[in-house]
Structure formats: structure tokens, C-alpha cells
């Protein structure tokens, strides 16, 4: 069974940064996509960031030029690296990991960005 881990989140005043990491068991993170999803009080889930089993990588546009998404395959870690932290960026961060079979979720990561 996959277990995903996701660390870093905590209080930060807007303009700050935040790092998150997401740790996966196993043995197909390397095989797999990585996705940060967000979701905020009353609000839909949002894919924020995704990254390829090959380092490709994708922003959702509220966040392209602030976030930058990375993995360590060697860690089974994938990074969320946040800057210019804005308060609407305040919501439970979730990390996904899509394998060729299924898709697992971690449980989360509360980032809260004070005005």
C-alpha cells in the first residue's frame, strides 16, 4: 500500500515563501506523475502544479512564475517550493501520485498566508 507524506506547511505573511515536500513508499515513484492540488474552505480542489516521471512540468496560471514543482527520485520526494506567498495561495495543500495503475492522495498540508 502507497503512503504519501506531505510536509512543510505552517503560517507565513504574504510576500513569504514555503517549501512543501511530499514522500511517497514504495517503488513507483519513479514511474510516476506527481501533482500538487490545493483546496481551500468552500472551494473545489485545484491542481496547482504537476510533474512528470521525466521532469516535465505544469503550473496552473495563479501560480506559474511563484511555485516551482521538483522530485528526487532517489527520496521518493516531490517539492513544492512557494514564493511570493499571496493570501488567496492560503489552503490545504494535497500531494497526488499517479502510477501507470491508480492514483494515491496524501492527507495534507494546511498553508495559511496572513495579510
Known amino acids: 500500500q502507497v503512503q504519501l507524506v506531505e510536509s512543510g506547511g505552517g503560517l507565513v505573511q504574504a510576500g513569504g515563501s514555503l517549501k512543501l515536500s511530499c514522500v511517497a513508499s514504495?517503488?513507483?515513484?519513479?514511474?510516476?506523475?506527481m501533482d500538487w492540488y490545493r483546496q481551500g474552505t468552500g472551494n473545489q480542489r485545484e491542481l496547482v502544479a504537476s510533474?512528470?516521471?521525466?521532469?516535465?512540468?505544469y503550473y496552473s496560471d495563479s501560480v506559474k512564475g511563484r511555485f516551482t514543482i521538483s522530485r528526487d527520485n532517489a527520496k521518493n520526494t516531490a517539492y513544492l517550493q512557494m514564493d511570493r506567498l499571496k493570501p488567496d495561495d492560503t489552503a490545504v495543500y494535497l500531494c497526488?501520485?499517479?502510477?501507470?495503475?491508480?492514483?494515491?492522495w496524501g492527507q495534507g498540508t494546511q498553508v495559511t498566508v496572513s495579510s
Open positions: 497526488k501520485m499517479v502510477t501507470p495503475i491508480t492514483y494515491y
Open positions: 514504495g517503488s513507483d515513484f519513479r514511474l510516476s506523475f
Open positions: 510533474i512528470s516521471s521525466r521532469g516535465s512540468t
